[in-house]
């Protein structure tokens, strides 16, 4: 696999690319306590964040969250009520958005529709005064690396839309800004293309080394390309992690219900040495979990378990902490796997996941059948907010 | 499963007939011999040859296109920049004033138009001909330019602009590379509006020309309030005819880059 | 700063040459007539300074709109011309509703054609289309030529320099600015909601007035504003169509400053005939906003 290079697990390895563990790196893009209002709207809330060269960088949140008012400030096309941002530690806030080393794919396209494919990804060199056989070589290069060299004379619309995306991509690259934007490349292709896109945009950002900030609200790009992602909602940054530490390791409700699938439990807590018990029921067993920050006792919280992390079994699994007696209610298939909601006598309902590894009418359970719960006291994370 | 059926058939052809047939009956008249407009005396085409021998005619023909040519490039460039204010420049001191005066005249019936510029004029003491006529036909013309070029820059995607900016253009290089270029259809059809306004106008120009300078209108106008004219019908075939021929290859010609523009993104979205 | 030039220019050439103009018209509706040059009184001195504004406005007053309120000559060319123009209104959305009906239900690759049809004299001169009529409605003209053939009438009627004439004009000049609004929104009419609409028991008639005819009202509205706005001050077709017998505020207008020579009298007309406007231009203004918003 062609890849960005990038970090796996919650604790990275020193040799991975993680610049925002090491406290030397410089970022590159520094938002400091940045606002911005639309009326009386606040889009941004007073967000601070660095963003550090090479990295892919990915803006994950629902419309209207601020994620593309975030990018066009970076972008110039909107400016912060208040705060600064920097880029190579110069402030860029009063530079117009024609001076900026920085280059935009948007969401539209937005391919000039009078120019050839050619000509749209000469226009930004063209702008430079560049002479014409630098200008030549550069577009060359582009076409190239986006494999559209026989596309060079076409106008946009004699393209397919695969194609369309590609000559967007080239013609923001063609300048080699430091930092490409890119609002919702992949949204306007079908899943099967944007599949594929996906690795070939990691592909390229590898190949040119440079800064990618991506905007999308498909959490499943998000995770797919990016070195780091951060979940917004209301103007605010809610976490700022990797893929897998948004995906294990969400400290917030608000985020381990935005990706992925989550069953959450809410309940109260009381400390046991190293471990929390969570009573979520009368005359049921507590969860029992691990916790890396302060709880009292009797604390309202909530736990949060995915899926793929609890097993269906006809017996409880002896090596795992916590079990749960349940009935099938309604069995999901999906083919590679199944999900399975199981209804607990205390009336809450749990969605586990099953990998089909064995034929359909070898299968083990159906509905109504009384089936147990199991998982570890590290499957799930205890949250307080 | 559309739903065509004889009642829809029959409205057609009535309304058409309705639409067609005056200009048609005035373009067989223009033929005839006779001098006495209701009674057919064989084919002739001396209407036209007395109508090409008639200086006052003529004179008023070139008076006309002057007008024509110049108010609507002026209307073009003025109306071409209201819009863009319109559309692109976001709220300033005045916009309501602004906007309102640039709806206003395209309600506002003529022989007020007229009135008022001709009352200005002589406010200013400026003397009436080609030039106060041109002054009238831009001021009205510019506003349905504008009217055109704005509907079509409202539908015009924004980010093409940003992208332009994007790139390294300034402002100004993104409006002459980008939009204006995109935009350019909807501008000639604004220019071939006012064309086609200042060409038709009489009551505005009845008010603001002097003696110095009739237009076409006017003459024909004085022409046949006093009845048919042979001349008058010989006149209005040929300005029917060039309307026509306009406008029918004007929609042959859209029609045909519709059909290869749909053509090619077939085939595009196929490879 | 090129904003501003950007900005300045258009803005400036339409208060010179709109919004002053209108001014002077509503200054001199409210002057007195003057055998001078220019006719009418008071001239305002700016010489004079704030004086001379005061003097000027002191002799400003009424009096053209009081004379216009007694002489029943103007009386009866408004209302004639309401009259005209509602009339002409409702005649040119019967003729236009079943075009426009018909072109949204005609096969796909007519349509270009019927609208480029429907257009095509909207760019033909307004002028000769009025004319056009004249030789079709005259005595001796065309249309009793053919009714007395076909047996139908034995005496000639008389329509040119009627108000039926003055009608027939209106309903054929405007008569595409009927059909194209009701057209746009009938194409945009979903074919299914018909047949859902069968589907749940209407008639084919019913299933036009209670679906296609209600969806299609902005359209109706958007075209007779199009129609009754300036069918009120139309001057051309009146003086070629109707006749001395005709009243219309547009012809007074033109008389009262060709022939008569009065300017504040026909500025005061201009004023009235305005006011009279103002209301279904509002109207019209309003309902394009409603139209635009429910479009989106």
């Known amino acids: 696999m062609a890849s960005a290079p990038r970090s796996s697990g919650i604790k990275h390895a020193s040799t991975a690319f993680a610049p925002w563990e090491d406290p030397d790196a410089k970022p590159l893009i520094q938002f400091k306590n940045v606002t911005k209002k639309f009326g009386d709207f606040t889009a941004i809330d007073d967000l601070t964040i660095d963003i550090y060269q090479r990295e892919f960088f990915a803006l994950l949140g629902p419309s209207g969250c601020g994620k593309t008012t975030l990018m066009r400030m970076l972008a110039g096309f909107e400016n912060p009520t208040r705060g600064q941002i920097l880029l190579g530690g110069q402030d860029i806030v009063a530079v117009p958005p024609n001076k900026r080393p920085v280059n935009m794919m948007f969401q539209s396209y937005a391919l000039f529709p009078h120019l050839s494919v050619w000509d749209n990804i000469a226009f930004g060199l063209r702008r430079d005064k560049l002479d014409q056989d630098k ?25 397919s839309g695969g194609q369309r995306q590609r000559v967007a991509l080239a013609r923001s690259l063609a300048k080699a800004p430091k930092l490409l934007l890119l609002d919702e490349p992949l949204g306007a292709l079908d899943k099967k293309l944007r599949n594929e896109t996906q690795f070939e945009l990691m592909d390229i950002q590898e190949k040119t080394g440079t800064t990618f900030v991506i905007v ?46 989550v069953n959450i439990v809410e309940g109260n807590a009381t400390v046991q040495g190293d471990r929390v018990h969570i009573s979520f029921a009368e005359g049921a067993d507590p969860i029992i979990t691990a916790f890396d920050q302060p709880i009292s006792d009797g604390q309202r919280v909530s736990y949060a378990i995915r899926p793929e992390k609890i097993s269906v079994d006809r017996e409880p699994l002896a090596d795992r902490a916590n079990h749960v007696r349940g009935k099938i209610e309604d069995i999901g298939y999906l083919g590679d796997v199944s999900t399975y909601h199981v209804r607990l006598p205390s009336g809450g309902l749990i969605s586990a996941l099953m990998t089909n590894s064995r034929r359909l009418a070898r299968r083990d359970f159906t509905w109504d059948d009384e089936v147990w719960l199991s998982w570890t006291d590290t499957a799930g994370v205890l949250l307080t907010k | 499963m559309k739903r065509f059926s004889w009642f829809n058939a029959t409205s057609l052809t009535l309304g058409f007939v309705f639409l067609y047939m005056p200009m048609i009956i005035l373009v067989i008249y223009s033929f005839n011999a006779s001098k006495l407009v209701t009674v057919w005396a064989g084919f002739s085409t001396k209407w036209y040859v007395e109508l090409f021998h008639n200086e006052d005619f003529l004179a008023a023909a070139v008076v006309t296109l002057k007008v024509a040519v110049v108010s609507s490039t002026f209307a073009t460039v003025l109306g071409t920049m209201a819009a863009y204010v319109l559309v692109r420049q976001g709220r300033f001191h005045g916009r309501t004033l602004f906007s309102g005066m640039i709806y206003a005249p395209l309600v506002m019936p003529e022989v007020i138009t007229g009135l008022s510029l001709l009352l200005l004029f002589i406010g200013i003491g400026l003397d009436r001909g080609i030039v106060t006529i041109i002054l009238a036909h831009t001021t009205f013309a510019m ?42 259809p909807a501008i000639i059809s604004g220019w071939l509006l006012a064309f086609t306004l200042s060409l038709d106008d009489l ?49 042959l010609i859209t029609k045909r880059a519709a059909v290869k523009r749909a053509r090619d993104e077939q085939s595009a979205e196929r490879s | 700063m090129r904003r501003l030039i950007l900005i300045a220019v258009p803005y400036l050439w339409l208060v010179a040459l709109f919004l002053i103009p209108f001014l002077i018209v509503l200054k001199i509706s409210l002057s007195d007539v003057a055998l001078a040059r220019p006719p009418y009184f008071p001239q305002l001195d700016l010489a004079e300074g704030w004086a001379g504004i005061k003097a000027f406005l002191s002799e400003l007053d009424f009096e053209n709109f009081v004379f216009l309120s007694t002489d029943d000559l103007y009386w009866k060319a408004y209302l004639s011309s309401l009259q005209i123009a509602v009339v002409s209104t409702l005649l040119t959305l019967l003729v236009a509703y079943p075009i426009a009906y018909a072109m949204a239900r005609a096969a796909d690759e007519w349509r270009p054609t019927l609208l480029m049809l429907v257009i095509l004299p909207f760019w033909t001169s307004f002028l000769i289309r009025v004319y056009s009529w004249m030789g079709i409605l005259s005595t001796e003209g065309v249309l009793n030529r053919f009714l007395m053939w076909t047996g139908i009438i034995s005496e000639p009627l008389i329509l040119l320099n009627t108000k039926i004439a003055v009608y027939i004009g209106i309903v054929y000049t405007y008569l595409p600015f009927m059909i194209l609004p009701i057209y746009s929104a009938l194409e945009k009419l979903d074919e299914s909601l018909l047949e859902a609409a069968e589907d749940l028991g209407c008639s084919r008639l019913q299933a036009f007035w209670l679906i296609t005819f209600p969806l299609s009202r902005n359209g109706i509205v958007a075209g007779c504003f199009l129609v009754f706005i300036p069918a009120i001050g139309e001057f051309v077709i009146p003086s070629l169509l109707g006749g001395s017998g005709t009243l219309m505020i547009g012809k007074v207008l033109w008389e009262e400053f060709f022939s008569n020579r009065d300017w504040p009298v026909a500025s005061a007309v201009a004023i009235i005939l305005l006011l009279i406007l103002i209301i279904p231009i509002i109207l019209f203004q309003r309902n394009e906003q409603k139209a635009r918003e429910a479009g989106r």
Request: aromatic share 6%.
């Open chain 1, 216 to 261: 999308t609200h498909d959490q499943e790009e998000a995770m797919t390309v990016a070195s780091r992602v951060a979940v917004m909602d209301h103007g605010k940054m809610i976490q700022v992690d990797t893929p897998a530490g948004i995906y294990e390791a969400p400290n917030s409700v608000y985020v381990a219900d935005f990706i992925g699938d």
């Open chain 2, 143 to 184: 506003c349905y330019v504008s009217v055109v070029v704005s509907s079509r820059l409202t539908t015009f995607d924004h980010s093409l602009e940003e992208a332009a900016l994007d790139l390294g253009c300034s402002p100004f290089e993104a409006f002459r590379l980008v939009t204006l270029p995109i935009i350019a």
């Open chain 2, 203 to 251: 009551v505005i120009a009845s008010f603001t020309s002097g003696p110095s300078a009739t237009t076409l209108p006017i003459k024909i106008f004085s022409a046949v309030r006093l009845g048919v004219s042979p001349e008058i019908n010989a006149l209005s075939t040929i300005m029917i005819g060039i309307v026509t021929v306009g406008v029918v290859s004007a929609s």
């Open chain 1, 135 to 159: 200008i030549e070589e550069r577009v060359a290069e582009m076409l190239r690396l986006t494999r559209l060299e026989q596309f060079a004379k076409r106008k946009p619309h004699q393209i």
